[in-house]
């Protein structure tokens, strides 16, 4: 079909608006003649290629509503096109009528497609009903510039009508070397993209599109290329408009591209995206091979989490999703390294663990490591606008941890061979076998700093690039919350008046680490907390079944650094004696219960997964002297520790 173009100033020729069939209802004047023009906003609609100006063009035998003030609609065609006037002809059957309605301006809607009107004089308001398809053809291959579907209104007084969008657009510029068959966009975390059948409301100072209904929502658009398909450059962006209703998407989108060969492509950005009706949203350019070389290159697998292991000089990347979900962090203005530690009591420079981070359009979090590759721990962060904290996650440099099997009486637990955070897992190697600290239920490491004199025997504490916040007033139960210490991973926060009592101030519905991988989990991915729920896991797990052996554990260790093993006969798993981490009077983190005078007693203490319904979350602890003759013990999971204190993490394999 022959395409004619809109331009600025068009005229619109009604016939006879009505025929004489009822003398009372019927206006008999002759029928008016309507200017129209376009909103010069339009998306889409004022592409310059340099040689000529692609303004929205419409078809012959196009069908556009007209209502003259009335309060019924008329269907008109367009018929004829000549000198930039555009003729419309009725398009009814036999007889149809207009009568003067209650509102004081005319309106023109297009297309007509399942357009019907209604008024309310109570109200004082217009309803239009229209159809937007979620599944819809994508015109026009031939152009520099593809897609223009539209849904366009115009009303005013008088007879000149300005035509502007009901929708807007999301500009995607591509470049690559396939074909595009086909577009699909849904709304990331579940959100609304779009809606099948839609409500135009307005008087004369409001106007607004919005749903029908629930059974109108729709959670994606797909929107179909006719053959020929148009192919990418790529030496140039190829852009394309995608038609959809205002709104926010606040966690972003995902655009699933299939090729001419039914392969797929998927793009997932996970900023924030406001669509405004009648306006161009704008895109950050992607080149395809650019985008398949980043989601390649990981190297962490599949799986998402709240830590990732880094074996190797190079340059990562991962998705900047909540833990092991989907779900986007929001939108993301900024990254940074928080802090960056060896786990020693030398001074690290910023760099040294992290060289560089940035974030990535479409939802990537790129870091590199310096080319000498250094061991230690680092936890990066993600920021919006304000510079507030969106989600941080920790950077485990640390040549590649094994994994170690226990099997006796029927009990298998396969174990990571160091703590969580270590960088070594060799007995004797001291300091660096401790790994880092952890409130239980928080996601984020800690690494204990000695930036206070230490008043204790031994002294854990180490070095690292930030001095960790003192501890926030404890009486601020306002901070006692997931929201707030996940927008501030490095801040020791306590509810109520004691440090003995939780860092929460309520306990959560649903664990924040469980025997399955949660969001708020810390260990990296294919790894979870060690988890025992109820009396019965106690009894079947493998602590209890080497236990109840006598000669499968042991204490082992000298000078400051104590540790006991753990043996089926076959393999071994040894826990450093690490202690745990209290707050002292002046806000300070110090690590206790590691040494105690006179008895010269080395302690260990490890987070399960599951929290005790009373007071405190689940554990076991053991403690040896120095000798290995003296207050020797073994506590069996199940024992209760104070939440707000931190303890080691040994990850199991999931």
């Not at 209650?102 to 109200?123: C, H, K, L, M, T």
């Not at 969008?165 to 591509?174: D, Q, T």
Request: charged share 15%; aromatic share 14%; proline share 5%.
């Amino acid at each position: 079909m022959k395409r004619v173009y809109l331009f600025l100033a068009f005229l619109i020729i009604l016939p006879t608006a009505c025929e004489r069939i009822d003398p009372q209802n019927c206006n008999t004047k002759d029928a008016p003649v309507f200017y129209a023009s376009v909103d010069e906003t339009k998306a889409g609609f004022n592409y310059d290629s340099g040689e000529k100006t692609y303004s929205h063009y419409w078809n012959l035998n196009d069908e556009v509503a007209i209502f003259p003030k009335g309060s019924k609609y008329d269907r008109y065609r367009i018929t004829n096109a000549s000198g930039g006037v555009l003729e419309m002809v009725s398009a009814h059957e036999g007889a149809h009528t207009y009568t003067t309605g209650i509102f004081g301006f005319n309106v023109g809607v297009y297309p007509y497609s399942a357009v019907y009107r209604e008024g309310g004089e109570d109200f004082g308001m217009t309803k239009f009903y229209v159809n937007f398809p979620t599944d819809s053809p994508y015109f026009d291959a031939s152009s520099p510039v593809y897609g223009y579907e539209n849904l366009m209104i115009a009303y005013s007084e008088d007879e000149h009508l300005t035509f502007k969008s009901m929708v807007g657009w999301l500009k995607v510029s591509l470049k690559g070397d396939f074909a595009i068959k086909n577009i699909h966009i849904e709304g990331n975390n579940n959100e609304t993209i779009s809606y099948g059948g839609m409500q135009y409301s307005y008087n004369e100072s409001y106007h607004r599109l919005s749903y029908l209904g629930a059974g109108s929502l729709n959670k994606y658009r797909n929107v179909r290329f006719q053959a020929p398909y148009p192919t990418l450059s790529t030496s140039s962006y190829t852009d394309f408009y995608i038609a959809l209703p205002s709104g926010t998407l606040s966690k972003g989108y995902t655009l699933v591209i299939t090729k001419e060969d039914d392969s797929i492509v998927t793009l997932v950005n996970n900023a924030s995206t406001t669509i405004n009706e009648n306006k161009v949203t704008p895109t950050t350019p992607i080149s395809i091979d650019d985008y398949l070389a980043l989601t390649t290159s990981t190297g962490f697998g599949a799986e998402s989490a709240n830590c990732y292991i880094v074996s190797a000089a190079g340059d990562y990347h991962f998705r900047s999703v909540q833990g092991n979900s989907n779900t986007s962090v929001g939108s993301v203005a900024s990254v940074s390294v928080l802090w960056e530690t060896d786990n020693t009591y030398t001074p690290v420079n910023v760099g040294d663990i992290i060289k560089s981070v940035s974030y990535s359009p479409f939802g990537y979090i790129i870091f590199s490591t310096p080319a000498v590759f250094k061991e230690g721990n680092a936890l990066i962060a993600a920021k919006d606008e304000g510079g507030n904290i969106l989600w941080s996650w920790h950077i485990w440099c640390t040549d590649t941890p094994l994994e170690v099997t226990l099997s006796y009486g029927g009990a298998t637990t396969t174990f990571m061979d160091r703590n969580l955070g270590a960088l070594s897992a060799t007995k004797g190697d001291g300091l660096i076998t401790s790994g880092l600290y952890y409130y239980w239920g928080r996601k984020d490491p800690f690494y204990i700093s000695n930036a206070t004199t230490n008043t204790q025997s031994r002294d854990m504490r180490v070095c690292g690039t930030a001095a960790l916040p003192s501890a926030s007033d404890n009486t601020d139960d306002a901070k006692a919350t997931v929201e707030y210490v996940t927008a501030h991973p490095t801040e020791l926060v306590a509810y109520g008046s004691s440090w003995s009592n939780a860092w929460y101030k309520d306990a959560p519905a649903t664990p924040f680490w469980s025997n399955t991988k949660t969001i708020y989990d810390p260990c990296p991915p294919g790894y979870v907390t060690y988890n025992v729920n109820s009396q019965d896991d106690v009894n079947a797990s493998i602590f209890k079944k080497l236990k109840d052996a006598g000669d499968k554990w042991s204490y082992g260790g000298s000078g400051n650094f104590h540790y006991m093993t753990l043996t089926d006969g076959t393999n071994e798993v040894w826990l450093p004696a690490a202690g745990r981490v209290s707050v002292g009077s002046d806000g300070q983190p110090n690590v206790t219960s590691y040494y105690s005078t006179p008895n010269a007693n080395y302690k260990g203490y490890y987070l399960m997964g599951s929290r005790s319904p009373y007071t405190g979350c689940y554990g076991f602890d053991f403690g040896t002297s120095a000798d290995h003759t003296a207050y020797t013990y073994y506590s069996l999971p199940m024992g209760t520790f104070t939440p707000n204190m931190m303890y080691s993490v040994r990850c199991q394999k999931e």
